[in-house]
């Protein structure tokens, strides 16, 4: 459910490929944070070090290490973490179109390229639609470890409409029926988005093009590998 580096290595410069390493981290230890107290005091350093001050964290020195070597658009580090405090303290969705705005929001990949890409505010479109593939790939291959450990996955409506049901010492979902229902929902709607993706990957450069590409296909590769495992649960 984290950025993993092996997602980088298309990257062929080592100062670039270091340097988003380091985006990577600074979005995996945020993603971990899980209070508010703790999700401040990352808003102050990251402000501090758009201001021009290192804090004194490892993760910042590497930063600032290694930022001139390619254009980044810090502030959506901060707004990452911002966002993420608003969902804290209101993590229930009620619609799916709740859901999808918060993948949008919250979409791992989706940050790395808003952070990385120089021209992402031209490029909104399909970021926010890798965003959301982010987040269904996640959704697909971690439901039930997603609602295990208490984080946002389902939105209300969808678990009433589906019935789903909860085996109640784990708190996970049962998978039945009912449960397949929905990760066949998501599923469709996934490869939707891809197709609609499509056309659009040209508007990238070369590196965040071949960044894409290596990202979806490690994804598919994950579903591809869960799909038979749970096959053969079954």
Known sequence: MFLKNEYLESIKDKKIKILYEIVSNHLNYVR?????????????????????????????KQLRKYFLYAPLNLDFLYQYAKIKIEYLENPKLRRLDDLMIYFEKQSLFGMLLFITDPKAQIHLEPILLLSKIDKIYETLL??????QTNQIHLPIQLIEDYGLEIVLDKNVYLMNDRFFGVWNLFYIKLNQLLESLKPKMILFDDLHQELIFSYLSIRKDDLNHFQKTLKKGL
């Open 142 to 147: 971690h439901l039930n470890e997603l609602k």
């Open 32 to 60: 971990k944070l899980d209070t508010v107290d703790s999700l401040n005091i990352y808003i102050k350093d990251i402000l501090s070090f758009i201001n021009g001050y290192t804090p004194k964290d490892k993760k910042f």
